[in-house]
């Protein structure tokens, strides 16, 4: 069953959490819709549902981006890694039309 989306608004204006109210990221290195997270990066930023990925897991995507959790966010609401450079590309947080918050 695939997490459900909420918009919330935050210190950055109105973006995407998952039900919980955990914040969701979009990394600039993916393109197409195809994550480029994988090994030592998807342990950081775990996958949180549903396109197929090489490694045979489903990954949620939202205009057509796939999404991430960061595992540092260790509470409902906390956005730590916003504009953070990590693993050759840069962690955004996404507003509801789609567009990265940079």
């Not at 919330?8 to 819709?33: E, H, I, M, P, W």
């Not at 549902?49 to 906390?78: E, F, H, N, S």
């Amino acid at each position: 069953m695939a997490p459900t989306l909420t918009v919330k608004s935050s210190s950055f204006g109105r973006v995407l959490f998952d039900g919980r109210g955990y914040v969701l990221y979009a990394f600039t290195r993916d393109k197409n819709g195809r994550s480029a997270c994988y090994g030592a990066c998807a342990k950081a930023w775990p996958v949180i549902g549903t396109t197929k990925r090489r490694d045979g897991r489903r990954q949620i995507t939202y205009a057509g981006r796939p999404l991430y959790y960061y595992v540092g966010d260790t509470r409902a609401g906390q956005i730590l890694c916003q504009n953070v450079v990590e693993f050759g590309g840069t962690w955004l947080i996404v507003r509801p039309g789609g567009k990265l918050v940079r």
